[in-house]
């Protein structure tokens, strides 16, 4: 079968691999109708892990169920269904709580299991024309409709990138009347405001350089700030400023909690553009961002991916995961900050029902279909991170 395939830094190439097969009872082969490149394949294309050539990339399956092992029930040949980008066995005692992110079996170096990705054990990636599902009962969410029909993109983004940006939402607490701001455009970004807007946000910022990302989160419903056009923390501000009902009904003293938002999303991790230099990577930029911009008492949610290491960190701190932050600013104002990958489990079924009831529409932040031999040029592109690609799906139907 076909799969993409890292072959180093700034490569990928479309390999010929043999086929998985189920090696346990609980296992299916799906046969994958659509797979998603995520910003977070980039770290691993860019060189900023130690993933090795080889790697079959890619975490966002969905399709149809190919094969079934003998001890699978609720799953059958023929279903379509969506996995999430978690492997977790879902029994012990993370995955009894929850923390399907951490499941404690599926990865005998660390906890948390996931596809094709360094350091989340040895499973085949997603970007390929078949991959095998572990503990497929528990991991498979059986989907209505037919393989390429409407909701096909919408789906598709259960498995990973709706459910991590609804989850940033819950960690920053995003509720109805907080204001907040999300930095990062990138599909999970604008899964955000999206998210955060049907939590009940009444205003939703969003943070980035490029003028494409920010158009699409104004279609949204965000408010859209251009850090190109100045310090984005000061242009809220300064937005703020201009709410004037808002001003109008605070009580005396309580104005202070409009000169910044209450609750604050990093959904761009530590390959930040430097404010100073906007072609240049600051692995904390958008921490020293959040910490002047969060209000007192605000809420942050990182599900930017900040990794152990950085083979390509300028510094030895950077290089061995250690980024600084203002914790004397991120103190005095007593914020709360989650971080983490998503437990995709947790929130797959509600977020499929509100897409099935048409209150929600994920796939709308998908740029690109492409055939698998398209990938290694999409990659290069997608790597721009300024091109037209926001978000790219293989088709393989």
Not at 33 to 62: K, N, R, W
Not at 83 to 98: T, Y
Not at 147 to 169: I, K, Q, R
């Amino acid at each position: 079968m076909e799969a993409v395939v890292y072959t180093g830094p700034g490569s990928v190439a479309v390999k010929d691999i043999p086929r998985p097969q189920i090696e346990h009872p609980t296992d299916v082969i799906l046969r994958l109708t659509s797979s998603a490149i995520c910003g977070s394949d980039l770290h691993m294309y860019d060189g900023h892990t130690d993933a090795q050539p080889g790697l079959v990339f890619g975490h966002e399956p969905m399709g149809i169920v190919e094969e079934v092992g003998d001890a699978v029930r609720l799953v059958k040949e023929g279903d379509r269904v969506v996995v999430p980008f978690n492997i977790a066995c879902g029994v012990c005692f993370n995955c009894e709580r929850g923390f399907t992110n951490a499941c404690l079996t599926m990865n005998a170096a660390n906890p948390g299991g996931a596809y094709g990705y360094t350091h989340m054990g040895p499973y085949l990636g997603a970007q390929a024309e078949f991959t095998r599902v572990p503990h497929a009962d528990w991991a498979c969410l059986k989907l209505p409709g037919r393989p390429g029909d409407s909701n096909e993109d919408n789906f598709l983004m259960l498995a990973d990138v709706f459910p991590t940006a609804y989850y940033a939402t819950e960690l920053a607490q995003v509720a109805p009347g907080k204001t907040t701001a999300v930095f990062g455009a990138g599909p999970v970004g604008l899964l955000c405001v999206h998210s955060a807007l049907m939590r009940g946000a009444p205003i939703v910022y969003l943070v980035d350089k490029d003028k494409r990302r920010l158009e699409m989160g104004l279609s949204l419903g965000a408010i859209p700030i251009n850090f190109l056009d100045g310090d984005p923390v000061v242009q809220i501000q300064e937005h703020l400023k201009t709410m004037r009902p808002l001003h109008d009904a605070m009580r005396y003293g309580e104005d202070k909690m409009l000169r910044g938002v209450d609750c604050v999303i990093d959904a761009v991790g530590y390959q930040a553009y430097d404010r100073q230099n906007p072609d240049q990577f600051k692995p904390n930029q958008v921490l020293l961002d959040i910490a002047r911009v969060a209000n007192y008492t605000a809420t942050v949610g990182i599900i930017g991916v900040y990794t152990m290491s950085d083979p390509r960190g300028k510094t030895e701190a950077e290089k061995n995961g250690m980024i600084m932050m203002p914790w004397g600013l991120m103190w005095e104002k007593g914020l709360q900050i989650g971080t983490g990958q998503t437990p995709v489990k947790r929130f797959q079924a509600f977020l499929r029902d509100q897409i099935i009831a048409g209150k929600a529409s994920p796939g709308s932040i998908v740029t690109d279909h492409i055939k698998i031999g398209d990938a290694p040029e999409t990659y290069k592109e997608f790597d721009k991170r300024g091109s037209e690609v926001v978000k790219a799906v293989i088709r393989f139907i």
